[in-house]
């Protein structure tokens, strides 16, 4: 009997795609680890670290394929309500994939950058964050964005708290208030929005993630849980992605930079 080798099938998808239309920017939604931790009799926490293995692999797929950036939602403003235990869990493990993983992410020329509220971690948490970023801040070939104690809807009324009480003060005009400005607030006012969102598991939800951000993003579902997504199931998602037409909202496809320059909105 003749075993499959996965790597063949990696080598397969590949032709299919357009090195062209490699989508720059990618969000995943990683969601299935403790599911998958728990219909292989183990813990949930045995399921998050697989599923750190995974996005390590994913990573450096993706910045091999020439994707710019990658953002995933590692931890939400909902999370907090799972059981305490899974929680501490969590948090145990950003520290320790930051002290393992920091040098060799840095010496891969990629930027991490953690987007979110942090002001509820530890503050040697937060100073784990800190130093991440500092050590990376210089790279430009690729970008990790790691969302963390994030939440969309939260997010939006951050900018429009920010935006009233620069009004208040005089410093701009409510009728100056616009897309671009709200935009230049958001925490990725840094990066171009997502091309594509990817979500794990099956679930057919955004769960207040990048709610702004997603407006004309292409979504990805599959039922395959996170620490069974592979660079196989990466270029699928992407195969699917480069089939679509993206019209955001016209006839013809445009970039996503072609439709922020040209959009107007009195």
Known sequence: MKLKNPTNKITDLSLKIDKLRIPQHIAVIMDGNGRWGVNKGLSRS?????????????????????????????????????????????????????????????????????????????????NKFIEAENITHHNEQFTLNVCTNYGGRQELVKVAKELARKSISGEIKPDQINEEMFESLLLTSDFQDPDLLIRTSGEKRISNFLLWQLAYSEIYITDVLWPEFDENELLKAIIDYQSRNRRFGGIKSVSNQSLKSSLSFG
Not at 53 to 59: A, D, G, P, Q
Not at 77 to 98: H, Q
Not at 99 to 123: A, C, M, T, Y
Request: charged share 25%; glycine share 4%.
């Open 46 to 126: 045995h399921g998050h670290n697989k599923g750190v293995s995974v996005l390590k692999n994913i990573i450096k797929f993706s910045k091999k394929l020439g994707i710019k950036v990658l953002t995933v939602y590692a931890f939400s403003t909902e999370n907090w309500t799972r059981p305490s235990e899974e929680v501490n869990f969590l948090l145990n493990l950003f520290e320790k994939v930051l002290n393992k993983e920091i040098n060799e992410l840095n010496n891969e020329f990629i930027k991490v950058k953690f987007i979110g509220d942090l002001s509820p971690f530890s503050e040697n948490l937060r």
